[in-house]
């Protein structure tokens, strides 16, 4: 009779025993899953553009890098960042735009790896892949879609347009500013949502030097702007509160003093930039409209 009882007892507890999940029913299920998750798809991509941009890194220096690294073989590694700073009377660097942290960062790889190309190349793109990441990042806080931020960082990895600068050993100075641009937005992002000083002062820090890299990415506090006062304002007047403007004096400090800097040393150099404000800010209205349209 206990038997029997303890049986019933036994009985009714396994009834309300929580099961196991079921095992997937085949391999295409279990592939579904597996590739439904973020991360693995994101390496997927950055696997994808590894392989496009492979070939590479087997090649030679060309163009401007011959100048880059002439100059790093003159003088010493301090004489050198003096000159990048300061490119007034050092002679191979005084045909090029104010991007000090661009040649200091080719005069490190210099000295670390000497005349041997793969690792210059391996330098842009291993930046190219971590921008690839801070892309899908981006599109993932703009538009709060995973899938769009797949799509985004694929194009952008993958994208003939952006080849060149990868494939090219002096074009890392965008390769390089680029990272920063996109550092700076994420955080800037990041104050938008959270109010954190921290993220704040750090998006300064980033786009200032990002600037020393590549003087192109200087509207990426524009488009942070008008990003913040189409999603935030309420009415049109509101994006001209002080409040808010007052967010930007900082970018705004930071771009004049550079390039009140780059245009001293242009001119005591006899550099004349081919950095035209006005082309680079017609880019930046395309990105900005392509940026506000997303979904929020």
């Known amino acids: 009779m206990s038997d029997a009882r303890s049986s019933s007892r036994s009985a009714a507890s396994l009834k309300g025993a929580p099961t196991a999940p079921a095992a ?9 899953r597996w590739l439904s998750q973020p991360a693995v798809v994101v390496v997927g991509i950055l696997v994808i553009v590894f392989l496009l941009y492979a070939p590479v890194i087997t090649q ?37 735009a104010y991007r000090p942290l661009a040649f200091i960062l080719t005069d490190i790889t210099f000295i670390t790896f000497g005349l041997r190309a793969m690792p210059y190349h391996l330098t842009s793109l291993v930046l190219h892949l ?29 994208h003939p347009a952006y080849a060149y600068t990868v494939a090219w050993v002096s074009g890392v100075n965008a390769v390089a500013a680029t990272t920063g641009a996109l550092v700076c937005m994420l955080l800037f992002l990041a104050y938008m949502r959270t109010s954190s000083r921290g993220a704040y ?20 506090p ?5 990003y913040w006062a189409l999603t935030r304002s309420e009415r049109v007047g509101d994006a001209l509160q002080p409040r808010l403007i007052a967010r930007f004096v900082p970018f ?19 550099f004349i930039s081919n950095f035209v404000p006005s082309r680079s800010l017609l880019r930046t209205i395309v990105a900005t409209m392509s940026l506000t349209v997303a979904p929020h």
């Open 252 to 270: 705004a400090v930071i771009l004049v003093v550079f390039l009140a800097v780059q245009g001293y040393n242009s001119q005591q150099s006899g």
């Open 201 to 220: 002062w750090g998006s300064i820090v980033a786009y200032a030097l990002a600037l020393l890299f590549h003087q192109e990415i200087f509207l990426v």
């Open 60 to 96: 030679w220096f060309s163009q401007d890098d011959v100048m880059l690294l002439r100059g790093a073989r003159l003088v010493g590694f301090r004489e050198y960042v003096k000159a990048a700073f300061d490119f007034r009377h050092f002679e191979p660097l005084r045909l090029y």
């Open 222 to 226: 524009f488009v942070l702007y008008v």
């Open 130 to 158: 971590i921008n690839v990441v801070l892309v899908w990042h981006v599109a993932r806080r703009l538009t709060s879609s995973i899938g769009l931020a797949h799509i985004v960082a694929a194009v952008f990895g993958l």
């Open 24 to 32: 997937p029913r085949d391999w295409t299920e279990r592939v579904t």
